[in-house]
């Protein structure tokens, strides 16, 4: 029977049954005797810790009489003398809820019945002498049939219309939890990454998994259930004490289990939902991710070319891949998987602010690793599939990266020991390149193909970069031109061959330079102009000159040499081009009154 520690205030007897699969042996002491009998009906397999007297223990249990009735009271034993085993109750007041009137208000007695553990310090007079030997050496989990005898129980006297004197009392107990005043929290690691760079310390924010149980392994809460970490700061009270220290010191990755006494949990009054007064809590915890307020991002890097000219700065334009994962190595986003470069402005705040900074000072081809604590990465709301407060773990490959102001820059490797004739605008060039990116990736080359390159320089018939890259060049030289994007494809790129925003690396060779015309001009004499051209190209003198007869005296200028036509174009479109200037009212012929040479026009004229 329990009570007080002080006092007469009346406190019930929590009584359990717990019902076992198989045949139960016979229970112990049917018949009247004057010792404890205990018989150890379940015992689990793992005993870390049994009572011992001073423990604070909750246990289910169910309290009979010889003929199987169950009994109960909410009325403590008092205060004895020294040397007897006992003191008579005073008898319970009329009023008592436990003075019942019909056998079915007996029959709800039990622990279980009120669906709640019996509370009490054992060895410390709280319960009667034998349940407090009985209780003795028990696990957590371990189901005991103990016998009482009455000198070890209510003796002579008995309870007043409870339990009769002279009673032999039988418990069914089940010991749910133990703890001690002297506890401190346990902790179990069993499981610790191989690399531990950091361990929680006070004031830092974790997000982890937990399952929450009982010390009996009831689940009373659990993170995994919810698909949700349970985020918080560590040391600043958020937490129940307990809990606050059992975190400190775990790794990123790192397991551990944490025990916890109620005084430094929720203590007598339990948290009034799932977790009752005293008890003890166990929770099983996964660390996955660890920060702290003050935190800047971290930089570690993996590869960085011997040969690195040039490094990021604000302001420039990058591309490059990534694999971006949480603290515990989960993949939340890789630019791989798309096949596609991450190409961004860096420094102007296109990108989160922590890769902002961890982008500045890279090099062509590096790769390295950048730490982003969550108020430099997507905060407490997170995004998409990144939870709020995630650290984030971004592993980058540096693919190019230019400067909206830059230039093509130009490289020469080999110039023959007569290099005097420089191309111009104008010039007909033929050339073989490779053309690949800054990473080294080719994307395109002539001798692959086996045929030159051939342009007017100057004309637009390539990219703006490679026009410039070409001039002041002479054959068999070799150089290599680097343009940016801007002077090359753009954003958009070539489709299927050439990436949008990509710096693009030309190794040249120029075989062939054929000079071009003056400016503005795609037909030039040789010698001097004949004074009466106009009627050498009449031949049947009928004062009108067709296409044909026009096209037949341009090219016999040129096959003699006299005339020359801009090279690199289709002869046939030059000629039908000067031809249509002549013909200045269109009517297909030219008359000797439309006729003019170029320096007879107020604007050019091809002859």
């Known amino acids: 029977m329990a009570f007080g520690a002080r006092g007469w205030r009346p406190r019930s007897l929590l009584l359990l049954l ?15 005797s004057s010792e404890l009998q205990i018989e150890r009906r379940f015992v689990p397999d793992e005993c870390p810790r049994t009572v011992r007297s ?130 401190q929290v346990q902790i179990q690691t069993y499981f610790k990454p191989p690399s531990c760079p950091r361990t929680i310390q006070v004031s830092d924010f974790v997000r982890y998994h937990y399952n929450g149980t009982f010390l009996d392994g009831t689940l009373f809460d659990s993170s995994h259930n919810r698909m949700k970490t349970y985020d918080t ?88 891949h990534y694999n971006g994962t949480l603290l515990d ?104 390149y490779n053309a690949s990116l800054l990473d080294g990736t080719l994307l395109d080359s002539t001798w692959n193909l086996g045929k030159t390159y051939n342009i007017v320089l ?15 060049m002479c054959v068999g030289e070799k150089r290599t031109v680097i343009i940016p994007p801007h002077l090359g494809y753009g954003e958009a790129g070539v489709d299927g061959e050439v990436p949008g925003s990509a710096v693009l690396v030309f190794d040249i060779e120029l075989l062939e330079l054929v000079s071009g015309l003056p400016e503005g001009y795609m037909f030039i004499w040789n010698g001097e102009v004949s004074p009466n051209l106009f009627e050498e190209i009449d031949k049947d003198g009928n004062g009108e000159v067709l296409l044909e007869e026009f096209s037949e005296y341009i090219h016999a200028q040129v096959v003699t040499g006299k005339g020359k036509l801009a090279p690199g174009f289709n002869a046939e479109m030059i000629v039908k081009n000067m031809f249509t200037n002549q013909d200045r009212n269109g009517d297909g012929k030219v008359t000797a009154e439309e006729f003019k040479l170029k320096d007879q026009e107020t604007k050019h004229d091809e002859l």
């Open 54 to 183: 001073g423990d604070f223990v909750r246990y289910h249990y169910v309290g009979t009489f010889l003929d199987g009735q169950k009994f109960d009271s909410r009325y403590p034993v008092p205060p004895h003398s020294p040397g007897t085993s006992t003191s008579p109750l005073p008898p319970p007041p009329s009023s008592s809820p436990w003075r019942w009137a019909d056998p079915q208000a007996r029959d709800r007695s039990g622990s279980y019945d009120r669906d709640s553990t019996f509370n009490v310090f054992v060895g410390k007079g709280q319960l009667i002498a034998g349940m407090d030997q009985a209780l003795v050496g028990m696990c957590v989990n371990e189901r005991r049939f103990v016998t009482i005898p009455p000198d070890l129980a209510y003796g002579s006297e008995g309870v007043s219309g409870v339990i009769p004197p002279n009673s032999v009392l039988h418990f069914d107990v089940l010991l749910m939890d133990i703890w001690n005043s002297e506890d």
């Open 458 to 472: 100057g004309s637009g018939q390539v990219v703006l970069g490679m026009d410039m890259g070409l001039r002041e």
């Open 18 to 32: 717990l019902w076992v699969t198989g045949q139960a042996a016979p229970v112990a002491g049917l018949g009247v």
């Open 233 to 320: 700061y560590v040391g600043i009270g958020w937490l129940i004490p307990g809990m606050d220290k059992g975190l400190l010191g775990m790794c990123v990755g790192e397991k551990r289990i944490i025990t916890i006494p109620p005084f430094l949990a929720y203590g007598e009054e339990g948290d009034g939902k799932d977790i009752p007064g005293q008890a003890s809590l166990v929770f099983d915890v996964a660390l996955l991710d660890l920060h702290n307020p003050k935190d800047s991002i971290s930089v570690e890097n993996k590869v960085v070319p011997e040969n690195c000219e040039r490094r990021s700065q604000s302001g420039d334009f990058l591309r490059y």
């Open 329 to 432: 190595g989960t993949l939340f986003d890789s630019s791989y998987s798309r096949n596609h470069t991450f190409d961004t402005y860096i420094g102007q705040g296109y990108v989160i602010p922590g890769m902002d900074e961890g982008l500045l000072g890279v090099c062509i081809g590096e790769r390295r690793r950048i730490v982003v604590p969550p108020h430099l990465g997507y905060g407490e709301e997170g995004r998409g599939n990144i939870p709020g407060s995630a650290v984030l773990v971004f592993d980058i490959h540096v693919i190019d990266f230019h400067n909206p102001s830059d230039s093509i820059s130009i490289t020469s490797h080999y110039k023959p020991p007569d290099c005097s004739v420089l191309s111009k605008k104008g010039d007909y060039l033929k050339y073989h």
